[in-house]
């Protein structure tokens, strides 16, 4: 229903910035709550940040309040997660993801995923 693809990851340094983007397809975009996950190897897939179909509302996980934001841009179909103040701690595989419909302020009801963007942060 609607098609989702990540791209931005790479290798940068502990403090280092980076924005991640998702691009979607294939469904009214604004019709989606967005998220961004990530899953380091060996561990469970994690919820970093959602953002409402209209990207007022913003949610984050503890650990990346403050470093990280959230946005999207329902007339260009993206989705966007700037990382700032990079630490070893973010390296995993990031994937954004649509809800459509739902709770989702803690990364739950997500429906449709994207193939992930390996983010490494080395130290």
């Known amino acids: 229903q609607v098609q989702l693809v990540e791209s931005g990851g790479g290798l940068v340094q502990a403090g280092d910035s980076l924005s991640l983007s998702c691009s979607a397809s294939g469904s009214t975009f604004s019709s989606y709550a967005m998220g961004w996950f990530r899953q380091a190897p060996g561990k469970e897939r994690e919820w970093v940040a959602a953002i409402s179909k209209s990207g007022v509302v913003r949610y984050y996980r503890d650990s990346v309040k403050g470093r990280f934001t959230i946005s999207r841009d329902n007339a260009k179909n993206t989705a966007s997660l700037r990382m700032t103040n990079l630490k070893s701690e973010d390296t995993a595989v990031y994937y954004c993801?649509?809800?459509?419909?739902?709770?989702?302020?803690?990364?739950?009801?997500?429906?449709?995923w994207g193939q992930g963007t390996q983010v490494t942060v080395s130290s």
């Open positions: 993801a649509a809800s459509s419909g739902g709770t989702y302020a803690n990364g739950e009801n997500f429906d449709y």
